[in-house]
């Protein structure tokens, strides 16, 4: 799962047209170039729905064995250092991978983690797991019951929150094992 | 109560099957008290009459008995759609307090059919009815499983309800949880309890083969069917089910029924459920070689019950090794699930 | 030898048309010997018949068969002792129309799985014993009443029964054909079989070769 455009910091590229941008020309394409640039600076590090996801017919939840093709709107990923990838249906049952790693797959740790997403409930679409907000209380149930339901900024979250009385927003950082026991035995 | 075809088709089954029990045993009971071969009263000449017919009312009956229990599972794993946090059968299942008992009962009737169907089957092969009297018992007996089941299954499908959440089969089934069954059998440690079961099928397909050449041994052979079917079943939920998912915390004994596993677990529990039956009705059978009209084939049926019975059990456990051995689950020695 | 024990047969019990045809019978029929039940009609001499050769059940009372006792048997045993004891000679023919006469006559024998052509020389012998061989291959539509009834007969016989059981077998036919008819049974009584037939023919049961008559009145046997 890689981006279509490789991560080089924006100083490079720009250093690319530095002899142009020191040319005498129109100012307008400039101007619209590098406001094009900006967006896509800008827009980078937040989706990859471009991408197309792959999730095989036979690709399980490591956690609860449920096959995530079912649920693609509920689809979570961790890809870990050495290339494998899993699918989860659902942030709560990811969650619970992170904090339990060699129960659900022995040899592999929390450490060798490396990307993580989740996706967001509005947009449908994979976003960081890291630079999420989760709303959790709410009366949305996913494939696992009471969710933690990911959004990718704060006034979406806070949109949800109100409309299906969720009960708080938390950070990535802030998920902990009691949280996720919480969800799963609210009836 | 959810409108489902499924749903209409298992109360329809057992409904009919409850229905006819009683028709029956009100028979049987008429039978129990008057039958008395030697004598040509009227009584006793409709009593013959009525005999033959509810003899095969009772083998249709009894054979969707054993259809009814696959049926059942295939109603609640077709469900799962329905109830959140359900995945498989076992949610649904669990969606109120009905479910399992319904399933253990369905499992009992079964067992109980097809003996009475064996038992039909060998009284039938004699021209004076001469295991009558006990094939009427046997249906006495069985009568209030088959009536408390619907009872059950009834209220199981009535009091279903679409907005309850109900617990997925992950947990079910998990080695944390301390209570309920379900856990207590899926944290048995895999490796020993590996050992357990390919021990005690070995043996039960020696008693088995040797009964079949030699003849004797036939309770040991039933009371060994008996022990491996329980043993299997444990043995799903705790390591057989692990290589079937390639999952080392995934016990459940339901999804492997499912489209995914290629519907595995239907034919597991097809040739689990045929060994334990041939094998008890091996035993029910032994007590009447003795008997005259009985005498020219019963010993052959006999031992040809046992054979089956080696059989299923022979073709379940290469099925299961096959999977153990193609799945590329390994389970560690010092990891204790 | 065949014994009935305080038969009895009602047909349509508990209706208002309720009628009993045979009324505490008690008979014994000896083997090797011809036996001929004689009464009115509606004396139950048929349903007494159908009875004796395992066609229907009692209401009430026991038939044994040779030692064997016949009433209780269920169904698939009975069939098996029908086919293998009773050759049945009824008042009509009863052939089946539109196959042929060696097929017609092999017909009982077929749940008996016999090799073809080994159960088409005994039908071809069968059929020159009574003189119609040569009829082997034509229709039953174009046999003469004599004809027809030979070819019953040889039905009958196929599988090589026991008992004989005849039905008003001479009803339809005339007097030579009739005395034919009884040197057939001659012959029969002659090969150790048992014979009985129901007749109000007096040229049958005042024949000689009749061992014994049974008088039926009123579903009972008189004297």
Redesign the interface.
Known sequence: MKSSIKSDPVSTQTKNYTQEWNQPVQRLPKIILSLSLLILVFSMDRSYADEPITIK??D?C??????VYKYPKWVAQIVFKDGTSYFYDGAKDMFKHIFDTS??T?GKSAEAMKDIFVTDYYEVELIEAKSAFYVIGSDV?G????ELLPFKDQESAQEFLEDHKGKSIIRFQDVTPVIIESL?HR? | MILHPTVIANLLAVYISSGMVLYAVFYGVQILKHWDIQNGHELQLVLERKTYLISTILSYVFGLQLLSLFLFIFTADSLTPLFVGAMCAAGTLNVDAFGYPTLVLKIFSFILAGLWLVLNYADNQGYDYPLIKKKYLLLAFVAPFIILETILESAYFLSMEADVITSCCGSLFSSERVTGIGSEIASLPARPMMWVFYFTMACTLTSGIFFYLKNAGGYLFTVLSVLMFIISLISIVSFISLYIYELPTHHCPFCIIMEEYHYLGYLLYLLLFGAVVSGIGTGALIPFRRVESLQFMLGGFIRKLALASVILYAAFTALVTYEIVSSSLVISYEVVY | MIELRNVNKVFNAGNPSEFSALNSVNLLIEENQVTVLKGPSGSGKTTLLSIVGCMSRPSAGRVKLQGREITSLPERFLTDIRRKTFGFIFQQPNLIKGISVLDNVMLPAYPLGEKRSHLKIKAMKSLSELNIDNKAASKVEWLSGGEAQRASIVRALINDPHIIIADEPTAHLDTKLSNRFMEIIEKFKSQGKTVIITSHDPLVYESSMVDRVVNLRDGQIEG
């Open positions: 017919k036979t399980r490591p956690v609860c064995g449920m096959f129960k659900y022995p149930l494939p696992m019951g009471h799963d009836t």
